[in-house]
């Protein structure tokens, strides 16, 4: 079965850095692209990132543009987003996503930046 594991969350200071990692299972990773999306409280869930299968190409919200990049090891069956200057707005629940033949999930990991 599909399975995501995210890990790298964390508390940081504003101007901080964090790095998400994403090990994805039981599809063939390297054929479909991969996403971070994050939800804040009382806020829905949004896209952050997006890289192509091939790992060329990636999309980016307004929001983090130029802050964040993300980044992908077809090696590993791994997604990586890499967060820099980090505002408090980021603070978020992030999660792993893969589009197959249906929505895949992870369970999140917390990011929470403040002073």
């Known amino acids: 079965q599909v399975q995501l594991v995210e890990s790298g969350g964390g508390s940081v200071h504003p101007g901080g850095s964090l790095r998400l990692s994403c090990v994805a299972s039981?599809?063939?990773?390297?054929?479909?692209?991969m996403s971070w999306y994050r939800q804040a409280p009382g806020k829905e869930r949004e896209l952050v990132a997006r890289?192509?299968?091939?790992?060329?190409?990636?999309d980016y919200a307004d929001s983090v543009k130029g802050r964040f990049t993300i980044a992908r090891d077809n090696s590993k069956n791994t997604v990586i987003l890499q967060m820099d200057s980090l505002k408090f707005e980021d603070t978020a629940l992030y999660y792993c996503?893969?589009?197959?033949?249906?929505?895949?999930w992870g369970q999140g990991t917390q990011v929470t930046v403040s002073s």
């Open positions: 039981g599809f063939t990773f390297n054929d479909y692209s």
């Open positions: 890289i192509a299968n091939t790992g060329i190409g990636a």
């Open positions: 996503h893969v589009l197959t033949w249906t929505d895949f």
